[in-house]
């Protein structure tokens, strides 16, 4: 199964995953997805698990891997979450 294949749009990472089909026949088309990306970037699949729930995010150069097998930008795939700390600045003092 290729999934270059599935249409991605402006889909992230965890969007693309849950844009797969169900169950159908065989194997599931998710299980396949995680297998096939746990493969690619020799990790586990409960770490590729922990991606799609948000627990854990790749590191640069499996994002890239991920990105260069989906022939999805990076950025797209893995957007910058945004802080709500992101005007607060946190400043060390020694006494």
Known sequence: MAFKDF????????????????????????????????????KSEKTVRMWIAGVQTPDA???????EELGVPEVQLFPKKQSANTNKTTVNQKG
């Not at 990472?13 to 297998?35: C, G, I, Q, T």
């Not at 150069?61 to 990105?67: C, E, G, M, P, R």
């Open 7 to 42: 249409p991605v749009g402006n889909a992230s990472f965890v969007e693309y995953y849950k844009s797969l089909p169900d169950r159908r026949v065989a194997k599931a088309p998710k299980s396949a997805f995680v297998e096939y990306i746990a493969h690619k970037t020799l």
């Open 61 to 67: 150069l499996t994002q890239k891997v991920i990105a």
